[in-house]
């Protein structure tokens, strides 16, 4: 007879919730990296051009609405410049402010990424029904509600 913990111990790894959260978003991430490879971008950059403001976005409000720490998302904005997706412009009333706008060919690119995200979520919504969805997402959002209030590991 096993109790719960010895069944804990000699978990497989599919038996896991992480093994699942880890291997759908390798794929998911694999799949937009594929299709962004064929315009010469990233899944991080289609996310990076999603989240630029059609009127601009302050460089340093970019990387907190990403959820990315500042110094990560450096190498990015300057490979997105030297593709020419992006322009940084001084802020015309604060001049120690920088924004950063799309170019024409960054919009372009924006509009292939949102029709990637927009045909992944109408696919899945065809095929998983509503009820399950919500389901994910509770489930999700209670484990992240789990790791946000640190009682995974108690830090």
Same mark, same amino acid.
């Given at each position: 007879?096993?109790?719960?913990? !010895? =069944?804990?111990?000699?978990?497989?790894?599919?038996?896991?919730?992480?093994?699942? %959260?880890?291997?759908?978003?390798?794929?998911?991430?694999?799949? =937009?990296?594929?299709?962004?490879?064929?315009?010469?971008?990233?899944?991080? %950059?289609?996310?990076?051009?999603?989240? %630029?403001?059609?009127?601009?976005?302050?460089?340093?409000?970019?990387?907190?609405?990403?959820?990315?720490?500042? $110094?990560?998302?450096? #190498?990015?904005?300057?490979?997105?410049?030297?593709?020419?997706?992006?322009?940084?412009?001084?802020?015309?009333?604060?001049? #120690?402010?920088?924004? %950063? =706008?799309?170019?024409?060919?960054?919009?372009?690119? #924006?509009?292939?990424? $949102?029709?990637?995200?927009?045909?992944?979520?109408?696919?899945?919504?065809?095929?998983?029904?509503?009820?399950?969805?919500?389901?994910?997402?509770?489930?999700? !959002?209670?484990?992240?509600?789990?790791?946000?209030?640190?009682?995974?590991?108690?830090?």
């Amino acid at each position: 007879m096993h109790t719960r913990f !010895n =069944y804990l111990y000699f978990m497989k790894p599919v038996d896991t919730a992480d093994f699942h %959260i880890r291997w759908s978003w390798y794929n998911i991430s694999r799949m =937009y990296n594929t299709k962004a490879n064929k315009y010469g971008g990233t899944m991080a %950059i289609g996310y990076t051009l999603l989240n %630029i403001d059609k009127d601009g976005t302050p460089s340093t409000k970019l990387a907190p609405k990403m959820g990315m720490e500042p $110094r990560s998302l450096t #190498r990015m904005i300057k490979s997105l410049e030297t593709k020419g997706w992006i322009e940084k412009r001084i802020d015309k009333n604060d001049k #120690r402010m920088v924004n %950063i =706008y799309l170019t024409k060919t960054g919009i372009t690119m #924006r509009n292939r990424t $949102r029709n990637s995200v927009i045909k992944f979520n109408k696919t899945i919504q065809e095929k998983i029904n509503e009820s399950e969805l919500k389901t994910c997402f509770k489930v999700l !959002n209670e484990i992240n509600t789990l790791i946000d209030n640190k009682e995974i590991f108690k830090l």
